[in-house]
Structure formats: C-alpha cells, structure tokens
C-alpha cells in the first residue's frame, strides 16, 4: 500500500494518529512535498515545520529515506531545496530500501527520485490430499465441531484486522479437518 500526502497541512489536519489509520502492519512508503526545513534532510537550518515533522516520525516510528548529504529534490532560478521526503513504516521495509535522487531531466523544478526494494516474497506450499477415494463425511465431521464459533467470529467481526484474524482460523480449520480425514498425495519429484 502507497500513501501520498500532497502538503504538509494534510498531516496537520489529519493529526499523527489518524493519518495512520487503518494500514495495519503492513509495508508503507509515504512521499510528500513538505516544504519542511531540518538538517536531517539536507537543510542549512530547521524550521517549525520541520521540527513537527521530525516529531510526527518519531512518534509513529517511521524511518527516513532521505540522505542528508544528498542533492537537491527542487531547483528553481538559482534556489535550491529538498522539500520531498520520502519515509517508510516497518523496520524490514526500511532495511531493504534505497533512496537516490536522479539527475534526469523532469520539465520540473522537482527533480526524480529512485526508490528500489529488494523484498523476498515469502512462498508458501501445500500438501495436497487424497480426495478422491472417500473421507468426505469424516472431514466434515471434524469441521463441524468448529463451523458455528468460526462463522459467529466472521458475522461478529467489526475490524478489518477481526475479520482477517476470523478467517486465517477458518482456514485453519479447514486444514486441520483434511489432515484429519484425508492422506496426503505423494509429489512426484519427492523420493
């Protein structure tokens, strides 16, 4: 998920715990035009805004992109800047990122900014199970002791988190139920 604030004023209205909301713990990188001044970020001097903006990621443990000795993110007329930080949330996330400011041209008086992950994908297998030969009645048997708490969780799930955590355990069961009633096919490449 990619979240991107146009303005600073959109962090302050939205206030540090509410802009957050709802994504969870999942992988977020969020890039903005903050015209915010902070050494951190490659600034001479600090501002009140980029005081704030320090507090707003420290407070909600984001980590900075930005390289301080970086060049500029704006140019304009002989002025020069770095008002566009880019800032992630989780600790992985943040490990596996890179950040570069390109000198390309943009037809702007932005300049580009290259971001690049390398993230492993995590692959999950599955046995697979001999359906074929009967055991039906027994898997739904060992379901069934299950069936009615596991849809009273999903029809009582109010959150997106409630309703995630409900079905990874109807899955669960669903799982434990074949193991139960089924044998496992032998791959063919397995010795």
């Known amino acids: 998920m990619f979240k ?18 709802g994504i969870g713990i999942g992988r977020v990188l969020i890039c903005a035009d903050l015209n915010a001044h902070s050494r951190i970020w490659g600034y001479a001097n600090e501002d009140t805004r980029g005081a704030q903006v320090e507090d707003f990621l420290l407070a909600q443990q984001l980590y900075l ?25 989780g600790t992985d996330f943040a490990n596996s990122c890179t950040w570069k400011v390109l000198e390309d041209y943009t037809h702007s008086d932005h300049n580009y900014i290259l971001i690049e992950s390398l993230l492993s994908q995590s692959h999950y297998s599955y046995p697979r199970f ?14 069934g002791e299950k069936t009615k708490q596991l849809v009273q969780q999903i029809e009582e799930s109010n959150t997106k988190d409630h309703l995630a955590k409900a079905t990874e355990e109807l899955q669960t069961a669903i799982f434990a139920a074949y193991r139960k009633a089924y044998k496992i096919t032998r791959s063919k490449n397995s010795n």
């Open 4 to 21: 991107y604030l146009n303005k600073y004023e959109d962090i302050a209205e939205r206030s540090d715990k509410r802009i957050l909301t």
């Open 65 to 89: 992109l930005n390289e301080t000795n970086s060049p500029p993110t704006f140019e304009h007329r002989g002025r020069k800047g770095w008002p566009d930080l880019s800032f992630i949330k």
């Open 130 to 143: 001999k359906i074929a030969y009967g055991g039906h009645r027994r898997m739904l048997q060992h379901l």
